[in-house]
C-alpha cells in the first residue's frame, strides 16, 4: 500500500497552494499547507484501504500523522484554514476509533469510555468543519481541494463512517450497562427499591438520554429542526432493553402507595403509557425480559396501577372504541382515503414548526409541495390521503443513489402498468428483487394543525404497496379551500435497503441517513428552508 507522501509531487502542491492564495488570501504557510494536505490525503486513504491495511502498518500511519497534525500550531493558519484541518483531525480520530475497535482484546468500560472520547472529538471536529456553513463544495474550484480530492464524495463517506462506528459503540455501550439495568430493576421488582437516579447515572456514562416521560407524567415529544445535514449529535441511544426496563422501575414506583403525585396528575396518559409498555414487551425478544416480565408480571402491575389510578368510564369507553398505537391498515371499502395515525415507524423523521405561514389555504400549500417535488422528477409520482385535520402526501416508491447521483429515469420510477390501467406495484418490487444491492425510498408529508406521531411499528414493503394504492391522485377538493391557522409539517422518510439478490428490502433503521440527507439527495432541501 503506498500513501501520497511517497509520490506526491510537492511542487504541485506550491502550485497549487500559489493559486489558491491568488483566489482567496487564506494560506499562510507552505510548510503547514503541505502538511495539512499529506495529512488529509494519507489518512482518507487509510479510511478507503482500511480492511486491507496490516494492524502494524496502521498503527505506524496513525500515530505519524497524529504527530504531524500536532506540528500544525499557527492559530492564524487553522482560523484560515479550518474546513480542512478539522476535517482531517476528524478523519484522524475516526480512523483512531476503528483502528482502536478492531484490535481490541476484550471490551471493558474503561476501554469504551476512551472509545467514545475519541470518538466524540472527531464529531466535535467534523461539525467544526461546517461544510454546510461554508458551502465548502458548492464555491468555485479550489485547485487545492480538487488536488486531494477534498469534495461531497469524502465528506459523505467520512459522516457514514463516523455514523456507522456511533452505531457499533452504542451497541457496545448498551451492552456495558445492561447488566446495571437488570440490578437495579429486579430491585423494584422484587424489593421495591427505585433507584431512577441510579439508571441516569448509568445511562449518562454514555450520553444516553433516558426517557422519564412516566415519572414526568408528560410526553416526552418535543418538535425539532435540523439545520444542519451534517451536524452529527455526541448521544447516543438506549436500545429498547434499556428502555423497557427503565420504564418497569418508573411505572412501579408510580404504583407504590408511598408514591405520591400531584392533584393534577394525568390518570389517562399514564394507563396510555402502560399500554404502550405492554406492547413493547410483546415484541422484545431478548430472554430476560421474556422471562422476568411475563404475562402473570404485567397483570400484576395493570392491577397495582388500576388501583392507584381507577381509569374514569369515559376513558375506558374511549379506549375500547379503538384508541390504539398500532399502524392501522386502510379500509379499500372506506369512503375516504387517511394515512395512518400514528405514522409507521419511519427511517428518519423531521418536524418544522409554522410551515409556510403566508400560503393561506391548504391547496395553496399542496401546490407548494407538489411544484417542488414535480421540479425533482416526481411528475404523476404524487399520492395523497386525509390526515388529522389536513393532509398526506406521499411519492411512489423510487430508487436512488446514497451518494447523490442520478438513477436513470426509466429505472427510477416502474413504467410497468397491469391489467387495469393502474400502476402495478408488484414490478416495481420485482425490479427491486433482481437487483444486487439497491435503495428504495417514500417520502412521506403530513401538513396539519399539530406535529405527526409515530408508531413504533416499522414500515414494510407490503404496507407502502397498499398505502400507495389506497391513495388519491390529487389533493381532495374538500381540502384545497380549508385554512388552519397553524401548519405543522411533518416528514417521514422511508428507506428500504436490499442486500443482495433475492432478499426482501428491509426499512434501514440504521440511522444513518438524516430527512436532510435524502432531501438534499432529492434535490428538494428548499421545502423546508
Request: net charge neutral; charged share 25%.
Amino acid at each position: 500500500m503506498k500513501f501520497f507522501r511517497l509520490v506526491f509531487p510537492i511542487i504541485l502542491l506550491v502550485a497549487a497552494l500559489d493559486s489558491t492564495r491568488a483566489q482567496d488570501n487564506s494560506i499562510s504557510s507552505k510548510n503547514d499547507t503541505i502538511t495539512l494536505a499529506q495529512a488529509y490525503m494519507n489518512l482518507y486513504l487509510v479510511e478507503i484501504y482500511f480492511d486491507s491495511i496490516p494492524d502494524e502498518r496502521l498503527k505506524k500511519i496513525i500515530a505519524y500523522e497524529n504527530d504531524q497534525l500536532k506540528s500544525i500550531n499557527d492559530s492564524t493558519f487553522i482560523r484560515s484554514n479550518s474546513t480542512l484541518y478539522n476535517f482531517t483531525n476528524a478523519l484522524f480520530h475516526q480512523n483512531q476509533t476503528k483502528f482502536l475497535l478492531s484490535t481490541k482484546d476484550e471490551v471493558s468500560r474503561g476501554l469504551l469510555r476512551r472509545l467514545k472520547s475519541i470518538l466524540d472529538r472527531g464529531i466535535r471536529y467534523y461539525n467544526d468543519a461546517k461544510i454546510e456553513d461554508f458551502k465548502t463544495f458548492d464555491k468555485k474550484e479550489n485547485s487545492l481541494y480538487e488536488l486531494i480530492k477534498f469534495d461531497l464524495q469524502s465528506n459523505l463517506l467520512l459522516k457514514s463512517e463516523i455514523r456507522s462506528l456511533k452505531n457499533e459503540l452504542n451497541t457496545l455501550f448498551n451492552e456495558d450497562i445492561y447488566p446495571d439495568f437488570q440490578r437495579i430493576f429486579l430491585a423494584a421488582k422484587n424489593k421495591n427499591q427505585y433507584h431512577i437516579d441510579s439508571l441516569e447515572f448509568y445511562a449518562g456514562i454514555y450520553d444516553m438520554p433516558l426517557s422519564m416521560e412516566i415519572t414526568n407524567n408528560k410526553p416526552d415529544f418535543q418538535p425539532f429542526s435540523f439545520g444542519d445535514p451534517n451536524f452529527i449529535s455526541t448521544e447516543y441511544l438506549a436500545d429498547s432493553r434499556l428502555d423497557i426496563l427503565s420504564r418497569y422501575v418508573q411505572l412501579k414506583y408510580l404504583a407504590s402507595r408511598r408514591t405520591r403525585v400531584s392533584r393534577n396528575f394525568n390518570k389517562q396518559l399514564l394507563h396510555e403509557q402502560f399500554k404502550d409498555f405492554k406492547s413493547s414487551v410483546r415484541t422484545e425478544k431478548d430472554r430476560f425480559i421474556k422471562e422476568e416480565l411475563n404475562p402473570k408480571v404485567l397483570e400484576s402491575l395493570s392491577r397495582e396501577i388500576s388501583s392507584k389510578f381507577p381509569i374514569d368510564k369515559q376513558f375506558g369507553q374511549q379506549n375500547s372504541a379503538g384508541t390504539s398505537a398500532m399502524v392501522q391498515m386502510p379500509s379499500k371499502s372506506s369512503q375516504y382515503y387517511f394515512f395512518p395515525n400514528p405514522a409507521p415507524k419511519a427511517s428518519a423523521y423531521f418536524i418544522k414548526l409554522a410551515f409556510k405561514p403566508t400560503l393561506s389555504t391548504l391547496g395553496q400549500v399542496d401546490s407548494f409541495l407538489s411544484k417542488s417535488l414535480v421540479d425533482a422528477g416526481y411528475k404523476n409520482q404524487l399520492h395523497y390521503y386525509y390526515d388529522m385535520d389536513g393532509f398526506a402526501l406521499t411519492t411512489s416508491l423510487e430508487k436512488f443513489n446514497i451518494d447523490g447521483s442520478p438513477v436513470p429515469s426509466e429505472e427510477r420510477f416502474t413504467q410497468n402498468l397491469g391489467g387495469d390501467g393502474k400502476f402495478s406495484y408488484f414490478e416495481i418490487f420485482k425490479s427491486m428483487f433482481f437487483k444486487v444491492e439497491s435503495e428504495v425510498r417514500m417520502f412521506a408529508f403530513i401538513v396539519a394543525s399539530n406535529p405527526a406521531t409515530m408508531s413504533n411499528v416499522a414500515m414494510t414493503p407490503g404496507f407502502a404497496q397498499q398505502l400507495l394504492k389506497n391513495s388519491y391522485d390529487t389533493l381532495p377538493d374538500p381540502l384545497k379551500e380549508k385554512s388552519l391557522s397553524n401548519k405543522v409539517l411533518s416528514l417521514f422518510v422511508y428507506h428500504f435497503h436490499q442486500n443482495d439478490i433475492g432478499e426482501v428490502p428491509e426499512l434501514d433503521l440504521s440511522g444513518n441517513l438524516t430527512v436532510q440527507d435524502h432531501l438534499k439527495n432529492a434535490g428538494l432541501l428548499k421545502i423546508i428552508q
